[in-house]
């Protein structure tokens, strides 16, 4: 059986630059975000539903995400509904990636909400990606559409760094440079793996 790794952090915090680490180590990621990218691309699984479900938010190339977010955000129960689609999708899609790679020592799942929907139950690692407030907020202003009002209602769908950080078994920080944060990826990989083969 593989040793499995919860990949989560905030946004803004680093997660996809040290799931990207983890790849180049050669360690198989499961990433939750593609998985939904995938479901909700043309031709795509959940089209058909996520359409009846919110009329307009869909089309020839897939759901269209800026529609999709300006339906959700700020409505819970929209989020709700959804969510309540797209999640059954996704760990089916888990399970499948986990099954393929169960010979492997190690694995990662890389789940944005791992602690907020109860995926940590299901690995033997929590692992948090963290950097300080004033670096997360200067990542995520920079990206394209992103302003203050939509980093703050993405925020309070998210649990606070502080207490990821304390329900963490591993941290990863990204405040430091990105050679700091690969030797720090490929201790605790060759670690993991050490632990695994035992």
């Known amino acids: ?29 499961f990433d939750a975000d593609a998985a939904v990218h995938r479901l909700q691309g043309p031709g795509g699984a959940l089209l058909t539903a996520i359409e009846a479900l919110l009329p307009g938010t869909t089309g020839a190339a897939g759901v269209d995400r800026g529609r999709l977010s300006q339906a959700v955000l700020g409505d819970k129960a929209a989020l709700a509904r959804l969510e309540r689609l797209i999640h059954p999708a996704v760990a089916r899609e888990r399970r499948a990636f986990l099954r393929r790679h169960r ?29 300080p407030a004033w670096k997360q907020r200067r990542r995520v202003l920079a990206r394209p559409g992103m ?22 078994d591993m941290v990863v ?6 050679a700091a944060t690969r030797a720090s990826v490929r201790r605790i990989a060759a670690c993991l793996r050490g632990r695994a083969k035992r």
């Open 173 to 178: 920080s990204t405040a430091g440079s990105l």
């Open 103 to 131: 010979a492997c020592p190690l694995v990662v799942l890389d789940i944005p909400l791992l602690l907020e929907k109860g995926g940590w139950r299901q690995v033997d690692t929590i692992m948090v990606v963290s950097a």
């Open 147 to 168: 302003n203050c009002a939509r980093l703050r209602r993405i925020r309070a769908l998210q649990m606070p760094d502080t207490e990821k950080r304390r329900r963490a």
């Open 1 to 29: 059986m593989s040793h499995v790794i919860g990949l989560t952090g905030s946004i803004g915090m680093g997660k996809s630059t040290v799931s990207a680490m983890f790849r180049r180590l050669g360690v198989p990621v």
